[in-house]
């Protein structure tokens, strides 16, 4: 009787899903951490900023941070400015700016360092992080670090009224390979002058994608466009005012380049006066953002079909008649059925 299913058609011979060095129980990603050449220094700039990831190949209990090839960054960088305070009060000139800080001996603004641990402004703690969806923890309040980023309120004029909400820039990341489902860590957002409290907010721009929360402190408010701070009256500290936490930009297989976001300034319940004017003093929102990433899966093997392929247990891609093919994708899931990578084989399969 001749055997009628002859063509066994996208038969992969073998896929090693390999992490290199990973022991059991680990879930290396990729995360921002001092040295790989990333800032040192303080600001105040409005100068792009250029971080390199590292794979932090011991996530989610420890913090072995080594070099990742190919070499992956995320630019941040300000545009669309609306608010252009006089130098002797914000010495970049601008409502926002990279490393600069708050003052309480005079007019003019502090400057401060580029790249910080999480743990810098508000008092984050670890447990309000998360490094990649489907782990707990992962990211540490003190070996990760984050862009500094600073709205000043010596923009507006007082007094100011309650809840309202000013858009002050726009916020771009850029990244030089295509990321899949990336983490954005925000941590200290909000502050307060006297009695009148404030915060930075986010509005995402880019469609396509959508934002979650996988965890944080009880400020911290998701919906699928927008970061918020939700305390009544923010504050400086996290967890009595102050939003931290992580964000899942759950994308498309193919990963994004870019994400905008519009950062705007909300004021808290009690109105009044949000800045020192004409006393020795400089107020704003000083606070960081981080990104990571689960740690790009190596797939090999071979995509081939066996035209001879008669029943039973598969055969070698070496056996006679089988002919690779190229131009087939491969996609790669998790054990809860999420999207992890994809490939598309080449000339020899």
Do not use: C
Request: aromatic share 8%; net charge negative.
């Amino acid at each position: 009787m001749k055997i009628l299913l002859r063509l066994f058609i996208l038969v992969l011979a073998w896929v090693a899903l390999l992490r290199p060095g990973t022991a059991s129980g680990q879930t290396p990603t990729l995360e921002f951490a001092p040295g790989a050449g990333n800032p040192t220094g303080n600001g105040a700039t409005t100068a792009d900023q250029v971080i390199t990831l590292q794979n932090n190949t011991d996530n989610p209990t420890g913090t072995t941070f080594v070099a990742y090839t190919p070499t992956t960054t995320v630019t941040f960088a300000l545009s669309n400015q609306q608010y252009f305070p006089i130098v002797t009060r914000a010495s970049t000139g601008t409502g926002v700016a990279f490393g600069e800080n708050i003052s309480g001996t005079g007019l003019l603004n502090a400057n401060a360092p580029l790249f910080s641990p999480l743990n810098t402004y508000g008092g984050a703690t670890a447990a309000n992080f998360t490094s990649t969806s489907g782990v707990v923890g992962g990211i540490s309040a003190t070996a990760n670090y984050g862009t500094e980023i600073f709205l000043t309120t010596e923009a507006l004029n007082n007094p100011v009224p309650a809840n309202a909400r000013y858009q002050f820039a726009d916020l771009t990341l850029t990244f030089s390979q295509p990321m899949v489902n990336p983490v954005i860590h925000v941590s200290g957002m909000g502050g307060n002058f006297n009695t009148v409290g404030f915060s930075t907010e986010l509005d995402l721009l880019t469609t396509g994608v959508t934002l979650s929360r996988l965890s944080g402190s009880t400020e911290l408010n998701i919906n699928a466009t927008q970061i918020l701070n939700s305390a009544t009256n923010p504050g400086p500290n996290t967890g009595a005012g102050a939003a931290s936490g992580s964000v899942l930009v759950t994308t498309g297989s193919a990963g994004i380049t870019t994400l905008v976001f519009r950062l705007y300034l909300r004021t808290g319940a009690t109105g009044g006066d949000i800045n020192g004017n004409t006393l020795l003093s400089h107020t704003g929102d000083a606070w960081l953002m981080s990104v990571s990433r689960l740690t790009p899966i190596a797939l090999t093997g071979y995509v081939f079909e066996d035209v001879n392929y008669g029943g039973g247990a598969g055969r070698p891609r070496t056996a006679t008649g089988a002919a690779v093919r190229s131009g087939a994708t491969v996609e790669l899931y998790d054990n809860a059925g999420t999207f992890v990578a994809t490939t598309t084989t080449d000339a020899t399969g």
